[in-house]
């Protein structure tokens, strides 16, 4: 489908559609999303709960085998279609090109092997390695992800380490074969603050030491604005909101990424009285409203959004939203908290 | 620890200890040596990484689980050696709401039967028993308390949300109009939009019926919205307690302060502070001295032999357990990266 792909992108996502069977009916749980993610980039995919991030991001690996399922759309990496790619093609590029880390590292490894049994069990799948060769490599990895003592880590059991070490195992099983594409679900969500900022920080930095691009799927804002380069919205299976993360935050243009915003509790500057929640919740995918998925909780919702779905057009520099109050030209009020941008010191 | 004043404090806990065997005669001290006091109408909320001990406090402060040793008070009386059938009539004034809103409610049951059950087992304030036409009164009110349809007693947990659930869950807890409630990570399982209704619940109802809370959570950014004074724990015991906005703002703790940097603010462009090193210690074997030395920046010898003791820094209740508590000053540049 997508003819001219720019050259720097190294995944390309058109309209991807995933459909679970349910009570005789196709339900697409994930809603024709699309998006680029460049060379050694990291974009951000938020949303709540249900929204589709994990599903997307599955729909990607391939990995989805539920019966009856139907993935529609194309997936570009590297110039080729994985949408309908022999699973025998892709067990190539998954774990090599394209490596994924999970929310739980305990149920990701296997409780009966070694972790350095199951990362040099990856290097050797992929590559003609000697089993000292890639137990050196397996080595040298953990230490490079800050484990510390890794030749005794690596003789070690998963559910010897904590979670913390867990998952920087897991994140340098995922590096084993310098894939160009990461995924990572949720990859701090299991994990204390003062470990999330540790393993933020790894991942960050893994871009300039592994030249890697990061697909990070979180649903705290606060993550993806320490981290992010680019940052998607989805809501209720479709892309509410893109744009850099910079912008994203300062002026949302989606109502939706706007009053997600404004629900989390500040942790500095004054206290509000109550917070400004968004009414309701979202819909399931079976009873989404037509029009707008967001409409029924939105305060600026009127009878165009009722109707037909949004456009999906640009507000700024690679910055769009799906919603139709930029083109009847009432863009929203910019970050209703202002008063923690201008407390925060200049970097 | 005890608080002068005209009122008396509605909880008083006094050197509270949980300990737990393990095999090969290992102790795993989960509450170890905790004292603070509560007064009606205030907001305490419990803050502490996973394993420091704020969930069993939780729960030795109703009696769930029983504490080793020390003293909860509650409305002056010492709750800690009641039997059950003594106690019975004090558990109405007392209540939880959990983390889990599903495991929380039997899914056989309607939630109307749900909410019943409590009102059917405590007699009235005069000591009858309320009538069924009593009962579907007050299920009508909880339901507006807690804004949910009064169509929602004939349905089933199963049919609801979370958000809805943890309303349910709230409804159950003030049926018996409650002084006291602890809820322990009432939020952290739902959706930051959802997340914000329930916190805004709570708080108008904390307003609305003059109630108590001891609110335990992980989010701090949670904790101060809804708390007038924070305790923030490490590894079993209170490391620093006083004014919400006090202790996350001009922390005294080492530990506060690391703790409230490495929250990632949902603001872009801000300095990133250096995230502490290390993991928790086991609780099994706790370091000795100070417990958060083995991670603390600003350690010193003494860190490494004695154990610091919960002492006021000034006289707004701020109270810290660290030999060398950081300024105002420092601690405010510390926080900012």
Request: net charge neutral.
């Amino acid at each position: 489908m997508p003819a001219n792909m720019p050259p720097s992108a190294l995944l390309d996502v058109r309209n991807l559609r995933v459909s679970f069977p349910a009570r005789g009916q196709m339900i697409p749980i994930v809603d024709g999303v699309s998006f680029t993610l460049n060379h050694q980039d990291i974009l951000g995919l938020v949303g709540e709960s249900g929204s589709g991030k994990s599903v997307t991001a599955l729909a990607l690996m391939g990995l989805i085998d539920a019966p009856g399922v139907q993935v529609t759309g194309s997936v570009c990496f590297r110039d080729q279609e994985l949408v309908g790619m022999p699973q025998k093609k892709l067990r190539h590029l998954r774990g090599k090109e394209i490596a994924m880390i999970f929310q739980d590292p305990m149920t990701a490894f296997t409780p009966v092997y070694t972790i350095g049994w199951q990362i040099d069990e990856q290097i050797r799948a992929h590559e003609r390695v000697s089993r000292q060769q890639a137990r050196a490599r397996t080595v040298k990895l953990l230490g490079d992800m800050g484990v510390p003592d890794p030749e005794r880590t690596a003789n070690r059991y998963p559910h010897q380490l904590s979670g913390g070490l867990r998952q920087r195992a897991m994140i340098a099983m995922a590096l084993s074969c310098n894939p160009s594409l990461l995924i990572a679900d949720e990859p701090t969500t299991a994990l204390d603050v003062t470990v999330q900022a540790q393993i933020l920080e790894l991942i960050r930095s893994l871009r300039d030491t592994h030249h890697s691009s990061i697909l990070l799927i979180t649903h705290d804002m606060g993550v993806v604005a320490e981290t992010c380069d680019n940052t998607m919205v989805l809501y209720s299976g479709r892309v509410a909101e893109y744009g850099p993360t910079s912008a994203l935050f300062a002026s949302p243009s989606h109502p939706y990424t706007a009053g997600l915003l404004a629900s989390i509790p500040p942790l500095d500057g004054p206290r509000p009285l109550r917070l400004p929640a968004i009414a309701g919740a979202p819909p399931l995918p079976q009873n989404r409203p037509a029009g707008c998925a967001f409409s029924p909780r939105c305060p600026y919702a009127h009878t165009a959004c009722t109707t037909a779905l949004p456009p999906y057009i640009a507000t700024g520099p690679d910055h769009f939203a799906a919603c139709v109050l930029p083109q009847e030209g009432t863009p929203l009020p910019t970050r209703i908290r202002n008063e923690l941008v201008q407390e925060s010191p200049q970097p | 620890m005890k608080t002068s004043g005209k009122s008396a404090p509605i909880l008083d806990v006094c050197d509270l200890y949980k300990t737990y065997r393990l095999p090969r005669r290992q102790e795993l001290k989960a509450v170890d040596g905790v004292s603070f006091s509560v007064m009606p109408g205030e907001v305490l909320g419990i803050v502490g990484e996973s394993g420091c001990g704020k969930s069993t406090l939780g729960r030795c402060l109703l009696k769930l689980t029983p504490a080793t040793s020390g003293q909860v008070l509650f409305e002056g009386r010492d709750i800690t050696h009641l039997p059950e059938r003594t106690l019975r009539p004090l558990r109405q004034r007392m209540q939880m709401v959990f983390q889990d809103s599903y495991a929380s409610l039997n899914p056989r049951r309607r939630i109307g039967d749900l909410l019943a059950e409590p009102l059917k087992v405590h007699p009235d304030a005069q000591g009858h028993k309320r009538s069924s036409a009593a009962i579907a009164t007050r299920l009508q009110e909880l339901m507006e308390l807690v804004s949910l349809p009064t169509t929602a007693l004939a349905r089933y947990p199963h049919e609801f949300s979370g958000g809805q659930r943890q309303r349910i869950n709230i409804a159950r807890a003030i049926a018996l109009s409650p002084q006291l409630i602890v809820a322990d990570e009432p939020v952290s399982a739902l959706d930051v939009s959802v997340q914000a209704q329930i916190i805004n619940l709570f708080a108008d109802l904390q307003k609305q019926l003059g109630l108590t809370y001891i609110f335990i959570a992980h989010d701090l950014a949670v904790v101060r919205q809804i708390s007038n004074r924070v305790a923030v724990m490490y590894l079993g015991r209170i490391v620093e307690i006083g004014d919400a906005d006090a202790v996350l703002h001009t922390p005294a703790h080492p530990y506060t302060a690391a703790l409230t940097a490495a929250i990632p603010r949902p603001v872009t462009g801000l300095a990133r502070p250096v995230p502490l090193q290390g993991d928790v210690p086991s609780p099994i074997n706790r370091p000795s001295g100070c417990r958060f030395h083995t991670r603390c920046p600003y350690m010193q010898t003494r860190c490494q032999e004695e154990d610091p003791i919960l002492h006021p820094i000034d006289d707004s209740g701020h109270e810290v357990a660290c030999h060398f508590p950081l300024s105002p000053v420092a601690s405010a540049t510390h926080c900012n990266g």
